[in-house]
């Protein structure tokens, strides 16, 4: 069972930058990684992901050149480096990883992702 506990967000304004990190327990260095957000009144989506080995890195548009995925396999920890924040960053923020071991393609779809976080809220004040 993989269990996943999202830390690092908080109150910052434009322009500020802010590190989340999710430490996972249970196998999920074979897993993919995701990250998605949802803020209040719309649905949750898709923000970035990361291969099993750390060499593919899809983004949402919204985030491109902003946002930076990366994972730490022998630490069991996914970060997501945000920075040049915007007020419609502002979103609590989900790490969930894959449904699917050693999968080839990095999926973005929020139904292929079995593992889910709690959430780290993310707030930027304009």
């Known amino acids: 069972q993989v269990q996943l506990v999202e830390s690092g967000g908080g109150l910052v304004q434009a322009g500020g930058s802010l590190t989340l990190s999710c430490a996972a327990s249970g196998r999920t260095f074979s897993n993919n990684m995701g990250w998605f957000r949802q803020a209040p009144g719309k649905e949750r989506e898709f923000v970035a992901a990361?291969?099993?080995?750390?060499?593919?890195?899809p983004y949402a548009d919204s985030v491109k050149g902003r946002f930076t995925i990366s994972r730490a396999n022998a630490k069991n920890t996914v970060y997501l480096q945000m920075n040049s924040l915007k007020p419609e960053d502002t979103a609590v923020y989900y790490c969930a990883a894959d449904r699917q071991s050693w999968r080839f393609v990095v999926v973005t779809t929020l139904s292929e992702y079995r593992y889910w976080g709690q959430g780290t809220q993310v707030t930027v004040s304009s």
């Open positions: 990361i291969n099993w080995s750390g060499d593919s890195t």
